[in-house]
């Protein structure tokens, strides 16, 4: 079990960046694979990015070229840098980091992005 932690959140400009970082409660270095979720009032639950051990990402299309994932091991830290922000960003962002050999996901309790003037 991995306990997660995200922060950066807040209420943002549209255009706005903010970066939001994710802890981890052990070590996710050589095994997990990391990723950013958001859930906007409403919507289902969407992948934003993913990030693998060996730093292989992938993005959802929505956020191709303003978003970009990172992940320092030595310190169990994921991040999303978010730039160019829309109003249609709003969400919850959720990380999560799953375990490919045993299958589980784990869960942060999300932090909230709001974008508006």
């Known amino acids: 079990q991995v306990q997660l932690v995200e922060s950066g959140g807040g209420l943002v400009q549209p255009g706005g960046s903010l970066r939001l970082s994710c802890t981890a409660s052990?070590?996710?270095?050589?095994?997990?694979?990391m990723g950013w979720y958001r859930q906007a009032p409403g919507k289902q639950r969407e992948l934003v990015a993913t990030?693998?051990?060996?730093?292989?990402?992938n993005y959802a299309d929505s956020v191709k070229g303003r978003f970009t994932i990172s992940r320092d091991n030595a310190k169990n830290t994921v991040f999303l840098q978010m730039s160019s922000l829309k109003p249609e960003d709003t969400a919850v962002y959720y990380c999560?980091?799953?375990?490919?050999?045993?299958?589980?996901?784990?869960w942060g309790k999300g932090t909230l992005v709001t974008v508006s003037s």
């Open positions: 052990r070590s996710i270095g050589s095994t997990y694979v």
């Open positions: 999560n980091a799953y375990h490919p050999i045993i299958g589980v996901y784990n």
């Open positions: 990030i693998t051990s060996g730093a292989n990402t």
